[in-house]
């Protein structure tokens, strides 16, 4: 069975200081694995995703994750947070077969403070 | 590409009313999703369709709730009758690749509420 566990349900942080949104996996099969932003009011927007190349995923907006098979995780960082990066942030698991759907975690919403 | 396009982005109904729900999937998709919000539940997947056919309808609540998709360009979901519970933001996804296999591309949602 696939799932997907985000850590925390919130996190706050201060500009210019770093972001840890945690995000753990478990999957039967090699899994692609995603991040989503939603800011409020808004739809969900691809971050980033992890398709079995490099194990260091680049993103938009500075965020970037790296994938560890060992530990069964995917954490989303970003060294310096900036004040429009607070918003929902969902991590999801696709178990990479045709005629199922994307896993998506509860959510981290994460507030950032001048 | 326009994206995703959804309507309406507002809804306010009563209790007893019939709601239809509308999707413009992106061009040459041939996945769409509908999910719904609510701070409660999270985002929850209710049903969706590959090259206009449903594949997973587990989620969709009860027989109040229908889907169609009668072309590649177009999507419903109704809601007969509504009630408040019903009341949260719903979401219209596509995709290029079936199911899992592809990143999804959300619309902006149709907030319902449901008095």
């Known amino acids: 069975a696939q799932s997907v566990t985000q850590l925390d349900s919130h996190v706050s942080v201060s500009e210019g200081t770093p972001v840890l949104l945690r995000c753990n996996y478990s999957?039967?099969?090699?899994?692609?694995l995603f991040w989503y932003v939603q800011h409020p009011n808004k739809g969900l927007q691809l971050l980033l995703k992890?398709?079995?190349?490099?194990?260091l995923v680049k993103g938009i907006n500075g965020f970037e994750a790296e994938f560890k098979k060992s530990e069964t995780s995917f954490h989303l960082t970003k060294p310096s947070a900036h004040m429009s990066d607070a918003a929902e942030y969902f991590c999801?698991?696709?178990?990479?077969?045709?005629?199922?759907?994307?896993?998506f975690g509860k959510g981290t919403t994460l507030s950032v403070s001048s | 590409d326009a994206g995703v396009i959804q309507s309406p982005r507002h809804e306010v109904t009563e209790m007893g009313q019939e709601v239809t729900l509308r999707c413009k999937p992106i061009?040459?998709?041939?996945?769409l999703f509908w999910y719904r919000q609510t701070m409660m539940r999270g985002l929850e997947l209710l049903i969706y369709f590959n090259n206009n056919v449903p594949i997973d309808d587990s989620g969709m609540p009860e027989d109040r709730f229908s889907a169609k998709m009668p072309n590649a360009s177009f999507s419903t979901l109704k809601i007969q009758p509504s009630e408040p519970r019903d009341s949260a933001v719903y979401f219209c996804a596509s995709s290029l690749l079936q199911g899992a296999l592809g990143e999804l591309f959300f619309g902006e949602g149709s907030r319902l509420t449901v008095l």
């Open positions: 999957s039967s099969y090699s899994p692609s």
């Open positions: 999801v698991v696709s178990p990479n077969q045709a005629g199922t759907a994307l896993i």
């Open positions: 992890y398709t079995s190349a490099a194990t």
């Open positions: 061009s040459g998709h041939n996945s």
